[in-house]
């Protein structure tokens, strides 16, 4: 090819033709080309109006089933966190996925699962993710609370019972989003199966939830993880899906409580272990709003109030709302407290920190502030009261201490043995050391010697001494032992603190929040020689006795200065009457950081108290002034209205600058013009401009309606083009629920939290603390995270008991029917809870009858006594819910239907009677009643006999006792049994019986056992029913009963025709002996005859009966093989057919072959 290269021929463009020209026009921009329903309308023309009809009705079908009522979008600004609750047979993969979810969010690996886990997984969403065991209870629960259910399904075995029992769950309470999850298919060593397998289980669980249902397949494991990009896949999912608020969940408060802590006082736990407990419950409040000292239920526990409710900075908040794409590592928040993941939690009772194990463990030179901190707290082993104990107070420099005990002696008070808590080095534990007063003390030293009583006052000073000494480094010396037994440091010296005597002064405080104030100032003059180390020196000692000599010295400066820290102390008005006080924010340089973590508040040092501020009362003059002075009194003059003001500022040149600015006003009711007080020529000037601003009014008028005559127009053009004209009712409908919601955010949007609360409530999406007392100590004693607490708030009348209504029917997958009066469990609203129904239906004339059983496959009505629920509300009924059952649990379902007492179930009741004597067709009835009294109540009532004859009571007999007189339609027997047919009110039993199975201790809780039904009883006991005799069934046995001959009278036989008179015809007698045939006595040669012949006839039937199925046989044979034969025939036949159709076609090919050819040349 030498190293050339072929140059392809390049494409020529079509420079004319109807393409070409089509291209021109569209370069030059002028497309004159017309629509193609323009230029071919019969293309596009209606073939068929009754297609056209039906595709309409069918595009109009589909578009409405799309619709949903709409409802009031009540979702929060900051809404709570999105319930995802993961359900599953065991050992499905449920904890696994859950890690794995959490590590896809949060970046981090999360080892037990117990309790709610909450997570940040986007700029406006959170998730609590919840394992749902397969106790049939947490099942319950955990389907009223769910916004989105992960329904794992092991592909290699496939649905279990507990998937169906949950999605029946969730039909009856509030259908959430339901997402199927296909785990262990990474067993199925065939593809061609798996696909199988796949197909199978998502048709089936389409079939169950609805067609279409997202169902994720989770192909294997990897390290004990499922693999990165499906998990990916399934979060992404998760983080876009759009939840339909539920009825109930939207109509009532709750929540998911995912923290506890137990408030009772430990002295009462201890000297009264089951005593009610006092404790607090956290968590995200979901539904609508809270109210406090309101009423909820806990599903497991029972109905509590509520004691307090709080809010709470937000354990796992939103980042803040920024233009970004993703969150950075700062902002994925991982909270679960139960499961001990969490960071500090601020309180109203204290702070929770928590403390991994590898901050504890470093040395000492290695700690952070903030691990400093937190471990001088954990580690200090005198409580407050200890340390209270052991201070003192000196009112005045110089003076002596005051201990608790000199207090408690000059108030007159006896005080016997007291004891001191000593720390012991070697033994390292705190001894309790016996101190007795000093009386006993003085007594003992009067009996050994006199002047024993009275001490010297180097040996008082020392006393002090060794006490302060003792008392300042309490902390440091337990905390230097705490820190020599962890981790064997070497030991802490010992720190004296600098004594500051002199600097205290008397205080005068209104209120704690004073005293506090005061304590910080005081914080602050030791802060500030907080280098010193030690004690006073002994040259200070010196000058203080010295100094004790002189405490009259200033007495005017010392009283001056405590009338200005009381005025500092005063109590804050606004605080007192409103509640709260937003005070200005102090600069960074007043705070002072304290480990890294708190901040320190000196409220003597900041300036929020100003002269100017909303509450004044705080506020202190700068030093005291002389006010006899009269450059003193120079200084305020002018603050008075006498006093000169500035020129800005005087009254005169205000109101010559208002007039100015306002003179001129018009009368809108009369339009006279009110000029104000100018100057003459200062008039006329202004009436030659005026005319010239007139002028120039008028022109921008005019061009300012033009404008507006545009704008009209031009929305006019848009409104037309764009409005939607054929606007339906559902768009109304949506267009006033959004203005709804537009209203309901606007209303307290600006205000703040705790005013918003003061309204309307906690909101949804707060983090709160509920605070519940009287609670039962097995609920503190017995908890495990591993069950959830719901605290679900009942609406006004929801905690009242009373008789309910119910439509019910037995599920067609439980394997029995329910029997009346057998105790259920139902789960209503909130609550699960045990009753005993009452089984009826409604018959056509309106009464409802009592039913033994459920129905098979239909409706029944129900009457229970429970909880007042609202109308609508659906149920569920379980017969137990103790452990697991090989079948289906859930026995029925149903709906609440009314809540009041009115209707009245009946059963059908039979008296019994006899008749004793009977004229015609009246009888006289006994058996029936008993007295009098009884017949005159059911006068006239209509009785009936077994034999269909009807009959009504007319009325008492004297004799006997309880016997009446009856009519009936015809004459009665005495044989015949009279029965009374008539209906008897049940009564409702009263049993509310609450599952309180979180009460049950740990691996006890799904063994709960209430009320048992009779046949249970009679099981365990080894019952045997004793079957009622008139009851069993038994061989009838009746006698021949004779029936007397028809009767006719002569005269109607002569009426009679002939078919139907009766024929005369005498019964046939005995035959005559002359007319019976006579007996013929055979001769013995005769005899022999007979028998011969006989013999001979036997033997010829036997021989001619052989010969006969010889014959046969025979024949058989000749038509096996003529038929063998005729088969034959029919083979050769159809040889020969074959043979004669191949060679007639041969022919034929060979005529169709030389047709095509041609005639031959010869012809």
Known sequence: MDGKVKEQKRHQHKHSGPKAEKKKQRKQGNTTEEDARKRNPKAFAVQSAVRMAKTFHRAQDIKTKKHHIPQVDRTPLDPPPVVIVVVGPPKVGKSTLIRCLIKNYTRQKLGEIHGPVTIVAGKKRRLTFMECTNDINTMIDLAKVADLVL?????????????????????????????????????????????????????RFWTEVYQGAKLFYLSGMVFSEYQTQEVKNLGRFISVMKFRPLVWQTSHPYVLVDRMEDLTDPEKVRTEPKCDRTVSLYGYLRGTHLKNKGQVHIPGVGDFQVSDVNFLPDPCGLPDSGKKRALNEKERLLYAPMAGVGGVVYDKDAVYIDMPASHVNQQQEEVRPTTELVQSLIDTHATVDVKM?????????????????????????????????????????????????????????????????????????????????????????????????????????????????EAELPVFADSEDDLETEEDSEAEVH????????????????????????????????????????????????????GSVVEAADSSDEEQELGGLFTVSRPQNSKRFQSNAVDCSHFSPDASHDWDLDQMLDSIRDCFVTGKWEEGQDAATLLKEDEELYGDFEDMETGEVHKGQQDQAEQKSDDDDEEDEESEVKAEGEEKDKRLEKKRRLKERFDAEYDDADATYFDDL??????????????????????????????????????????????????????????????????????????LKKHRWYKRILKTRDPLILSLGWRRFQTMPLYHIEDHNGRNRLLKYTPQHMHCGASIWGPVTPQGTGFLAVQTVAGTQANFRIAATGVILDLDKSVSVVKKLKLIGYPYKIFKNTSFIKGMFNTVLEVAKFEGASVRTVSGVRGQIKKALSTPAGAYRATFEDRLLMSDIVFLRSWYQVSIPQLYNPVTSLLLPKGQKDSWAGMRTLGQIKHDLGVRNKPNTDSLYKPTVRAPRRFNPLHIPKELQKALPFKSKPKQQQAKGKTPRDLQRPTVIREPHERKVAALIHALSTVHNHKKKKSHAVQHAKHKGFLQE?????????????????????????????????SLKGAPKDD
């Open 151 to 203: 329904m794992l399904i092991d592909a290699s075995f496939g649905f279990e019972m507990e998937t169906f029992e949950f999605l029946n769950i969730c039909q009856v309470h509030g259908f959430p989003r339901i997402m199927g999850v296909l785990t262990h298919l990474d067993s199925f060593k065939n593809n061609k199966t798996l696909r199988k397998t796949k197909k199978t289980l998502k048709h």
């Open 527 to 578: 802060a500030g020689r907080a280098g010193d180390s030690g004690h006073c020196s002994e040259e200070e000692e010196e000058e203080e006795e010295e100094g004790a000599l002189r405490w009259k010295e200033g007495l005017q400066q010392k009283a001056s200065q405590a009338f200005l820290r009381q005025q500092q102390a005063a109590p804050n008005l606004r605080k007192l009457v409103y």
């Open 389 to 501: 104990a052991a201070s003192k107070v000196s009112l005045f420099s110089g003076s002596a201490s005051l201990e608790p005990t000199d207090i408690s002696q000059q108030s007159g008070e006896k005080a016997g043995v007291q004891e001191e808590q000593v720390w012991d080095q070697e033994s390292q534990r705190n001894r309790r050391k016996v101190i007795f007063t000093e009386e006993e003390e003085g007594e003992d030293d009067d009996d050994e010697d006199g002047d024993g009583s009275s001490s010297s006052d180097e040996e008082e000073e020392e006393e002090e001494d060794e006490e302060q000494e003792d008392l300042s480094t309490l902390i440091p010396e337990d905390r230097a032992q705490c820190e020599q037994t962890e981790h064997s440091a070497p030991p802490v010296k010992r720190q004296r603190v600098e004594d500051a005597a």
């Open 734 to 807: 949506k267009e006033e629920m959004q203005k709804q919601a537009e209203l309901n955010k606007a209303e307290f949007e600006d205000a703040d939290d705790e005013t918003r609360v003061q309204y309307e409530g906690f909101r949804p999406g707060m983090y709160v603390r509920i605070e519940i007392s009287s609670l039962p100590f097995e609920f503190v004693s017995n908890f495990d995270p591993q069950y959830p607490i719901i605290l679900g708030g009942l609406g006004s009348g929801e905690g009242n008991v009373g008789y309910l209504q119910l439509r």
């Open 1122 to 1154: 003529k038929d063998k034969q005729e088969q034959a025939k029919l083979q050769r036949q159809k040889e020969a057919r074959k043979k004669l159709y191949r060679v007639m076609g041969q022919t034929e090919q060979r005529k169709q072959r030389s």
